[in-house]
C-alpha cells in the first residue's frame, strides 16, 4: 500500500481510535488551531503517530481473530488506553493537540502532504 493512502487511511482510522480521549472544546478550536500547526508540533505528532499506528496494527491483527463482541469491545479499549498513553508518553505533544493536528490533516491537503513527507523520512 503506498504510503501516502496507508497515512490516509491511518489517519481515519486513528481519529476514530483515539477521538473519544478528545475533549469538544479541542475540537472546536480546530479551525483557530489550523493556521498554527508549527514545524515543532509536526516533528512531535510524527514521533507519537509512528507509535500510535504500530499499537493500532497491533491491535488491529488481534481483533481479526476475535468473535465475542465483549472481548472486541475490551481489546478496543485496551488499545484506545495505550494509543492514549502512547501520545502522552511522546515528547512534546498532549493529547488534545494531537487530536486536534490528526483532524486538521484530514482537511487539509497541504498538511497532510507534509505528513506524509515527515512519515517517509
Known amino acids: 500500500m503506498p504510503k501516502a493512502k496507508m497515512l490516509t487511511t491511518a489517519v ?3 481519529t476514530l481510535a483515539v477521538a473519544p480521549v478528545a475533549t469538544l472544546p479541542a475540537m472546536a478550536q480546530q479551525s483557530n488551531a489550523q493556521a498554527e500547526v508549527s514545524e515543532a508540533e ?4 510524527v514521533v507519537a503517530f509512528k507509535d500510535v499506528v504500530a499499537i493500532e496494527q497491533d491491535y488491529g491483527t488481534r481483533l481479526k481473530d476475535v468473535t465475542d463482541e465483549a472481548e ?3 481489546l478496543i ?13 511522546a515528547p512534546d505533544i498532549e ?6 493536528i490528526l483532524e ?3 482537511t487539509d491537503p497541504d498538511l497532510q502532504a507534509e505528513l506524509t513527507s515527515k512519515l517517509q523520512d
Open 42 to 45: 509536526l516533528d512531535a505528532f
Open 104 to 106: 486538521i490533516a484530514q
Open 12 to 14: 481515519t482510522a486513528l
Open 95 to 100: 493529547v488534545d493537540r494531537y487530536v486536534e
Open 77 to 89: 479499549d485496551e488499545a484506545q488506553a495505550e494509543m492514549t498513553q502512547a501520545v502522552e508518553d
Open 72 to 74: 472486541k469491545q475490551a
